[in-house]
Structure formats: C-alpha cells, structure tokens
T-cell receptor, first 110, second 116 residues
Framework: LAKTTQPISMDSYEGQEVNITCSHNNIATNDYITWYQQFPSQGPRFIIQGYKTKVTNEVASLFIPADRKSSTLSLPRVSLSDTAVYYCLVGERRDDKIIFGKGTRLHILP | ETGVTQTPRHLVMGMTNKKSLKCEQHLGHNAMYWYKQSAKKPLELMFVYSLEERVENNSVPSRFSPECPNSSHLFLHLHTLQPEDSALYLC???????????????FGPGTRLTVT
C-alpha cells in the first residue's frame, strides 16, 4: 500500500465546496486511489475510487492529475452531516500493513 | 447497510470473562479483517484472513484470538482483557484480487466493547 499524506483537519461552512488533497508520491502503475468516510462510532464507508483524470458519483468527485502523485476529493455544497473523517488509500493490500492513517477530520460549521 | 453484520453491538465485560464477537458478511468476499479503534485514534489492523487463512497478525496480544470457520464468518474470542482494550472493534470484508491495484473494504457497524 502506497504511503499517503493528508491534512490532519479542515473546517468549512455549510453550502461551500470542500477539497481535500492527498499526496501519494510512490503510487504504483496499476494502483487505484480510494477514499473512505467515517462518522463517529461507525466503520469507514467507501466514497469514491479512481485511477486517473476525474471520477464523479452522487456523493463526490475525485480529481487525479496526470502524474497521479496526488488526488483531490471534492465535496460539493457540504452540510453539517458531512462532518467526518476522510481517508485516502492507494493500491491493494500487499504484504505490508493496511494503514488507514489518521485521515482528515472535516468539521462543517453552520 | 453494508452487507457486513456484527454482534453484539455493545458489550461490557469484566477482566476475567470470556466472550466472543461475531461478524458475518453477505457479499461473497474472500477476505475478512478485524480492526480496533480506540477513542480518537487511527484504525489499527488486528487480523486479516484471506481465503480463510490468516495472513496477517500485527503482534496483537494473545488475549485476542481470531477464528474464521468459512469465508462468510469471522469471530474474535476475548479472554482476560484489560481496561485499555476498551474500544470499537470493527469487522470488514473485501474481494481480494492480486495485481488489480485496488480493493474496497466494507465495514460492519462495530462492537463497542467496555472492559471493567
């Protein structure tokens, strides 16, 4: 699993667009990028996954530049219920540990 | 509803008790995981079973004993726990395909364990 780096925390306001960037400089050629969301006292939930360029679903968009060394999760018009921890993972489980890391703690303010 | 169920949802046990956590996945996946999450800490991987064989044990104390009787069921047997073992225990499953560069984990709702 490629090492990732994310901001520890972010604050935003209701109705704003939020972008969370993840760095993954040692991403392997066939690795995908996956984002999870976790609410307190619940398990992480899959949000979106992509390989290159842009992926969009009903929840979020994922932007991946050509060099794939970073990715940006975009949440359009956030609400208070988007307050959660967001994790970026890269690749598949290999011999090293599955590491969710500390993620990004997003706090949405009214 | 993720297709992964866990029971019980809440458990209070004394340090001398023996209890078991159960996880069941209805997704046809070939890998299952136990995670521990203490208050405001990152998820800690405890055990991984792939194709019903344990493939990873991250130096978890022997008072935690996993069991995977088939690809749909996973247990975590607990005995002589310590108060610091109080945490949220999460089960997850995934479909592993080596070389695809991806996998998605589906998590259960967790068991909130309190050791008194």
């Amino acid at each position: 699993l490629a090492k990732t780096t994310q901001p520890i925390s972010m604050d935003s306001y209701e109705g704003q667009e939020v972008n969370i960037t993840c760095s993954h400089n040692n991403i392997a050629t066939n690795d995908y990028i996956t984002w999870y969301q976790q609410f307190p006292s619940q398990g992480p939930r899959f949000i979106i996954q992509g390989y290159k360029t842009k992926v969009t679903n009903e929840v979020a968009s994922l932007f991946i530049p050509a060099d794939r060394k970073s990715s940006t999760l975009s949440l359009p018009r956030v609400s208070l219920s988007d307050t959660a921890v967001y994790y970026c993972l890269v690749g598949e489980r290999r011999d090293d540990k599955i590491i969710f890391g500390k993620g990004t703690r997003l706090h949405i303010l009214p | 509803e993720t297709g992964v169920t866990q029971t019980p949802r809440h458990l209070v046990m004394g340090m001398t008790n023996k209890k078991s956590l159960k996880c069941e996945q209805h997704l046809g996946h070939n890998a299952m995981y136990w995670y521990k999450q203490s208050a405001k800490k990152p998820l800690e991987l405890m055990f991984v079973y792939s194709l019903e064989e344990r493939v990873e044990n991250n130096s978890v104390p022997s008072r935690f004993s996993p069991e995977c009787p088939n690809s749909s069921h996973l247990f975590l047997h607990l005995h002589t726990l310590q108060p610091e073992d109080s945490a949220l225990y999460l089960c997850a499953s995934s479909q592993e395909a080596i070389g695809t560069g991806t996998y998605e984990q589906y998590f259960g709702p967790g068991t909130r364990l309190t050791v008194t």
